[in-house]
């Protein structure tokens, strides 16, 4: 059994920062790609940035504000998200990728709001 456990969401201002860490344990091994998506109100999930080895892509929307970093042998995953704004207002789900399957946190809610 695999389980997948986000930290870090919460309030913040406009223009603050979070990071956002994720891990996943159990019957897992070396991951393939590790990733964000979120999920606004009445949106579709969307991906936020992923990253495999030698290569990260960004959502559009967060290029040069948000940081994704990871550990592929350790399962972890981390998503340093600065300059918010209240657009990013989502619930935050990691996903863990071990070919063939795909995993997912329960999700974090992240606010933005003064």
């Known amino acids: 059994q695999v389980q997948v456990a986000e930290s870090g969401g919460g309030l913040v201002q406009p223009g603050g920062s979070l990071r956002l860490s994720c891990a996943a344990s159990?019957?897992?091994?070396?991951?393939?790609?590790m990733g964000w998506y979120r999920q606004a109100p009445g949106k579709q999930r969307e991906l936020v940035a992923m990253t495999s080895v030698g290569s990260t892509t960004y959502a559009d929307s967060v290029t040069g504000r948000f940081t994704i970093s990871s550990d592929n042998a350790k399962n972890t995953v981390d998503l340093q998200m600065n300059s918010l704004k209240p657009e990013d207002t989502a619930v935050y789900y990691c996903?863990?990728?071990?070919?063939?399957?795909?995993?997912w946190g329960q999700g974090t809610q992240v606010t933005v709001s003064s």
């Open positions: 996903n863990v990728n071990v070919y063939p399957r795909s995993y």
């Open positions: 159990g019957s897992i091994s070396r991951s393939t790609s």
